[in-house]
């Protein structure tokens, strides 16, 4: 090997080695076995080869919780809060997020950050449409979840899930950075947790 | 050359406007013509709301009117149920208000000075306005558990006394903001950017401001020097040692400076007032109106008034906020709920200006005016 | 002398009462009269319009205006009292330009209105919201809509359905 840089064998699969009795697969792992995986990983390691395992969805959701955008739409006090979260002392960095988009078309994750009143939820119904998919929505405080102090009021919407799917609630008025991050925390389980592989119980 | 108007919408979601405020604007190439501010994205009915709460429970509701700064806006409500049913507060608790409201025009300054150097495309002084923030919040929390919406102040007095080793806290916040306010002055004053999108835009004369009813630092930018402490004094305002900052210029930059000025300020009339802390309650230890049957042994529950029927009569009450005057008019009819409550905000009565401003100069120009302008959508739609 | 009392001297007939709004002069004047009172009132030195509040009695309405003497350090309060049916008052608006946004706002809120007024349109609230919510006998429970119509106009409706989702 060449110093200061390595080279990989090319994984070549031993097709004697596989296995050609054909059996219907019926648990999750004949079904796993019956993709060849298991045989690739096997084959690999009898060469000594560099392999890394996955599964596609695997790959997928974590590539997308670890850089999550979220859009600036920042609607009355938890914005505030939400500018708390970016800044230094909490740092939402830490979670690949600090890049606030102006524009919903670059960004995957919209905070419903206020009270959304009557006058702007057709404006967040369009917000997150123009979003792309795979898209996620994190309503942040009690006037978004419910309506909050305002839910008697005349002009204000009682909960943004009345208008748009909502995937965490963060409680509180507003609600602390901490709180804030634990949410974010959670949508970063449940995006760990998508897709077919995750049903298998592949994606732990 | 003749050439088409052109139609543009600004907002309103827009990362400059603050929130939730829209700018229909006319322009003309480059130049706005005409501006119109649309806004009420953010209405929410607190005025209608404040008429189905007893007095008390209107508290909290003026915490999200101007969120920055809320302990002005605790501190005028009450005053105005105050000065309507005639509740008297300890001295100790006049002093402790007027630290919290002192402390919060710091912390509003801080963000004014973050947002609209962030607005001009320079994103170091906001981390620089939140470090700051962060340590006078963690003040707060110590006086009553909350970051933003306080509900504190309450009528009667405020409703936890300083906790302890609140002062040496204090001393080394006020230790540490006195340098902090030199370097935010070294770093940004002079930079050649700044001074070029600031100087001369936005200029407002001292007429035509009183005119519009501009008032606060943006007033103060423009020459007059009007400070509702100072011509109205309440609290102990009177007795505290501090100057009006203003600058004649009307521009941006004026608009700026006093906010700079007002941080020093504030700071000195903090350190007036703790180092010289009377001991005493921080509650009215007087009964007013009927103590709800709770159970709880009269010990345990402070001497707040929590339902009270202030004779019948109007009232408007105003104080200086950090944007500027801030007035609850508060009708009662005699009973446990306020009839009507109009809330004069500041925020919304310095927008009015804006247009007038900005004719005839361009889109980045208008976002330095607003910027300096400082205003909350929670406190211009109410 | 106060304020208020100087203008009752000068306008007998105009004002019709003289009192304190708790701590500040308050001069009661006849509806007609209010832009002749408060050309005179600007005249004295009250240089800032502080606030416009309008006020729903049931029987009938109130308009008050809070007036602030930058030079003289003095407060004074008008007030204009309204029948219940169509109240109007003539606007400030030539002499104050804040009164522009203060009045529109009373007009969304309390449904006064201001003749004179260059636009007196709905400034909270989206045009065509039915009702003024300030008034007493404001329907709480009815529920209005609104969706974007052409250049982000706001369309009020009572049909939620082209904002709400299925459940």
């Not at chain 2, 008032?215 to 007059?224: A, E, K, N």
Request: charged share 25%; proline share 6%.
């Amino acid at each position: 090997m060449e110093k200061g840089g390595f080279r990989v064998d090319p994984v070549t699969i031993d097709t004697t080695k596989i296995k050609t009795e054909k059996k219907e697969p019926e648990t999750a792992l004949e079904k796993l076995e019956d993709t060849g995986l298991i045989s690739t990983l096997l084959a690999a390691r009898e060469r000594k080869g560099l392999v890394l395992l996955t599964t596609i969805d695997q790959v997928f959701n974590w590539a997308r919780l670890s850089s999550l955008w979220p859009v600036t739409s920042g609607l009355a006090c938890c914005a505030i809060e939400m500018m708390a979260v970016a800044m230094a002392h909490h740092d939402i960095a830490r979670f690949g997020m600090e890049i606030f988009r102006a524009s919903p078309r670059q960004a995957d994750l919209m905070f419903v950050a206020g009270t959304v009143t009557k006058r702007m939820a057709p404006r967040v119904k369009l917000l997150y449409e123009m979003m792309a998919e795979p898209k996620w929505v994190i309503s942040v405080g009690s006037c978004a979840n419910t309506g909050g102090p305002y839910h008697e009021s005349y002009c204000v919407l009682k909960g943004v899930d009345n208008i748009i799917p909502v995937d965490v609630y963060i409680p509180g008025c507003p609600p602390r950075p901490e709180a804030w991050l634990y949410g974010v925390i959670q949508l970063r389980e449940k995006i760990k947790n998508e897709g077919y592989g995750a049903k298998w119980g592949l994606n732990k | 050359m003749e050439t088409e108007q052109l139609l543009l919408n600004m907002g309103p979601v827009h990362p400059s406007t603050h929130g939730v405020l829209r700018f229909k604007l006319r322009m003309d190439g480059e130049i706005i013509r005409d501006c119109q501010v649309v806004m009420g994205y953010l209405h929410r009915g607190t005025e209608k709301l404040g008429e189905m709460k007893t007095y008390l429970q209107f508290v909290p509701y003026t915490d999200r009117l101007d969120y920055i700064a809320a302990m002005p806006n605790n501190y005028a409500y009450v005053k105005a149920v105050e000065e309507l049913a005639g509740i008297e507060v300890p001295e100790r608790a006049e002093f402790i208000r007027v630290l919290c409201m002192e402390l919060n025009r710091v912390v509003n300054h801080l963000v004014f000075l973050g947002s609209l150097l962030l607005d001009l495309g320079a994103s170091t002084p906001i981390m620089y306005g939140f470090r700051e923030r962060e340590k006078a919040l963690q003040l707060f929390e110590m006086l009553c558990g909350a970051r933003m919406t306080f509900n504190y102040i309450k009528p009667g007095g405020v409703r936890e006394d300083l906790p302890e080793g609140f002062i040496p806290k204090l001393n080394e916040f006020m230790k540490d903001m006195e340098k902090r306010v030199d370097d935010y002055e070294q770093l940004i004053n002079g930079n050649e950017i700044f001074l070029l999108r600031m100087k001369n835009i936005g200029v407002i004369s001292a007429e035509e401001a009183v005119n519009y009813g501009m008032t606060g630092p943006s007033l103060r930018g423009s020459g007059v020097k009007y400070d509702i402490r100072r011509l109205e004094p309440y609290s102990i305002y009177p007795d505290l040692d501090f100057k009006v900052c203003s600058y004649p210029e009307g521009d941006s930059y004026a608009r700026y400076m006093v906010r700079i000025d007002e941080m020093r300020e504030s700071l000195h009339i903090l350190r007036q007032v703790a180092d010289n802390m009377p001991p005493g309650k921080a509650a009215t230890t007087q009964r007013y109106g009927i103590a709800p049957e709770t159970g709880i042994p009269s010990s345990v529950m402070s001497y707040f008034p929590r339902i009270f029927t202030p004779p019948p009569g109007e009232v408007y009450s105003r104080i200086e906020a950090p944007k500027g005057e801030l007035g609850f008019y508060v009708v009662s009819d005699g009973t446990t709920k306020p009839y009507r409550i109009k809330i004069r905000s500041p925020s919304f009565c310095n927008l009015v200006a804006i247009p007038s401003m900005i004719v005839g100069l361009k889109i980045p120009d208008l976002i330095a005016a607003f910027g300096t302008i400082d205003v909350v959508l929670g406190d211009v739609d109410r | 002398m106060n304020a208020a009392e100087e203008l009752k001297q000068s306008f007998p007939e105009s004002v019709t009462g003289v009192g304190l709004q708790t701590n500040k002069p308050l001069a009661v004047i006849k509806k007609e009269d209010l832009l002749m009172i408060a050309g005179k009132v600007k005249e004295m030195g009250f240089d800032n319009l502080s606030v416009v509040t309008g006020i729903d009695y049931v029987d009938h309405f109130e308009v008050i205006y809070n007036f602030f003497s930058y030079n003289n350090k003095q407060n004074l309060a008008l007030k204009v009292i309204l029948e219940r049916e169509n109240p109007a008052v003539d606007s400030l608006f030539s002499l104050y330009k804040v009164a522009d946004w203060l009045e529109r706002e009373t007009y969304d809120l309390v449904g006064i209105r201001f003749s004179g007024h260059p636009n007196l349109v709905r400034i909270l609230l989206p045009d065509g919201w039915e009702g003024h919510p300030l008034r007493k006998d404001y329907d709480m429970n009815k529920e209005q809509w609104v969706t974007i119509g052409e250049d982000g106009e706001d369309i009020v409706s009572t049909d939620g359905s082209g904002i709400l989702r299925r459940k």
